[in-house]
């Protein structure tokens, strides 16, 4: 009894730092997932990143300012826009994956009712055959919120596109520790492995951040 009211305290304290946190952006976000997905016509797609991990990867190219910048995982092209609005003011340039040809063809209005479509490359298609033929060292920096199984096969191959000194990140990496609906039940054996090979990997400097549903953040040795 006492563990589960400990649990349910921290779950109470987690949600009042949420609301806490986003209601002192929502005044100064120059771009909110609730607003965003409201003028999307087409409501069938993938969950998109939390505004909190929308603000951090914006930050981040604030500091690195990534001219090459790969996203595996577009859905309706959420995070490829909050990225895009940062990436354009100093030269960046995206290209976001999408498997799901609906998916892509929403995410390309939004492009362009966002007025980033001149930023971003989006290229349909299986993420496990279009990465592998990039060449070596090919981004600056690469995000990574698609279909979890796919994580770990497609780590060996986002390491080798990666620049010595990018940024890669990868969202949803608490999913081994949360309470998910079944349905999400198959994604959460693979981010484990997925987290374990990062952790001990000799290629990569790595930490994992509470942001959002978790996100490993590494950079290339």
């Known amino acids: 009894m006492r563990k589960e009211l400990d649990l349910d305290l921290e779950?109470?304290?987690?949600?009042?730092?949420?609301?806490?946190?986003?209601?002192?952006?929502?005044?100064?976000?120059?771009?909110?997932?609730?607003?965003?997905?409201?003028?999307?016509?087409?409501?069938?797609?993938?969950?998109?990143v939390d505004d909190s991990t929308a603000r951090f990867l914006q930050l981040i190219l604030q500091m690195k300012k990534p001219k090459t910048i790969?996203?595996?995982?577009?859905?309706?092209?959420?995070?490829?826009?909050?990225?895009?609005?940062?990436?354009?003011?100093?030269?960046?340039?995206?290209?976001?994956?999408?498997?799901d040809p609906a998916a892509a063809a929403q995410a390309k209005n939004n492009f362009i009712r966002s007025g980033v479509d001149s930023t971003i490359q989006i290229l349909e298609g299986d993420a496990c055959q279009i990465v592998p033929g990039f060449s070596d060292a090919s981004f600056d920096f690469i995000f990574q919120d698609v279909d979890k199984q796919l994580y770990p096969c497609l780590?060996?191959?986002?390491?080798?596109?990666?620049?010595?000194?990018g940024v890669f990140i990868a969202d949803d990496a608490l999913f081994p520790v949360m309470d998910l609906d079944s349905k999400w039940g198959d994604q959460v054996k693979p981010i484990g492995e997925f987290n374990h090979i990062v952790v001990n990997s000799t290629e990569l400097s790595s930490t994992l951040l509470p942001i959002g549903d978790g996100m490993i953040v590494a950079v290339k040795k």
């Open 11 to 48: 779950t109470d304290t987690l949600e009042r730092y949420e609301t806490y946190i986003e209601d002192l952006y929502s005044v100064t976000a120059s771009l909110q997932k609730k607003e965003f997905v409201s003028k999307t016509g087409w409501k069938d797609f993938v969950p998109v």
């Open 70 to 99: 790969l996203e595996i995982g577009t859905s309706i092209g959420f995070s490829a826009t909050s990225m895009a609005l940062t990436a354009r003011e100093y030269g960046g340039t995206i290209t976001t994956i999408e498997f």
């Open 155 to 165: 780590l060996k191959d986002c390491i080798r596109i990666l620049k010595p000194g």
